[in-house]
């Protein structure tokens, strides 16, 4: 071995880098929470990108997520993907379009404005109409409103229809319109016998002060 003199030992051109090339050491970087996470690849939403994603796909939202109809059908196969909803409903276009009825739209507003509805269109579906008829009667409590609807709606059933029949009973209930309910519910029962349809006669024959017709209709109810 050759002695290195002062000369060869300060104008040496090997030189070793202070700071290594990225990747390449072996130390950890000293960061506070490990593993730096800005240096991998993330989705929209924040999660890591773990495999391969192909092209022309998109990224599935988050559950939390708010999303209506307008953000649902922007992505890359409009009207195909169904909009993702908190607890799991989907979003109807029937109950959407009498929200969108109750004007303002505000948050804590009416849900359905009945003096804006269209009683003949929504009779024309007898699911639609159903639901609409006991959301008047039970939750807006407007018999008036519903007494409008199940007219429509036994008109286009020619009359034969015992349900609807027994909505108008218990509108005319409500109303104060004893006897008409009296005719309604009786006219029911001929086309079906239900145990609804009784005990809302016994109600209507408790109103009118006759105890002992409420109790044969009880007793043949059973």
Not at 124 to 146: G, H, I, Q
């Amino acid at each position: 071995m050759e002695e290195q003199g002062a000369a060869e030992l300060l104008m040496d051109d090997n030189a070793t880098a202070e700071a290594p090339r990225p990747g390449t050491s072996l130390n950890r970087p000293m960061t506070k929470g490990g593993h730096n996470q800005s240096m991998r690849p993330m989705t929209s939403t924040g999660r890591p990108l773990t495999g391969f994603q192909r092209p022309g796909i998109t990224v599935r939202p988050v559950s939390g997520q708010a999303m209506d109809l307008t953000t649902a059908m922007t992505g890359s196969r409009p009207a195909s993907s169904r909009p993702l909803t908190s607890m799991g409903r989907e979003v109807r276009l029937g109950t959407a379009s009498m929200a969108l009825s109750a004007g303002s739209g505000e948050a804590g507003g009416l849900f359905i404005d009945s003096s804006r509805l269209d009683l003949r269109r929504y009779a024309r579906r007898p699911s639609l109409a159903m639901a609409l008829a006991d959301y008047l009667v039970f939750v807006e409590r407007n018999p008036r409103k519903a007494l409008d609807l199940a007219a429509e709606a036994t008109t286009l059933k020619e009359f034969k229809d015992w349900w609807w029949k027994a909505r108008l009973g218990k509108c005319y209930y409500k109303l104060g319109m004893l006897r008409e309910a009296e005719r309604q519910l009786k006219s029911s029962l001929m086309d079906q016998d239900m145990v609804v349809t009784y005990l809302d006669l016994v109600k209507v024959y408790t109103r009118l002060d006759l105890p002992n017709t409420a109790l044969d209709l009880l007793l043949k109810a059973r």
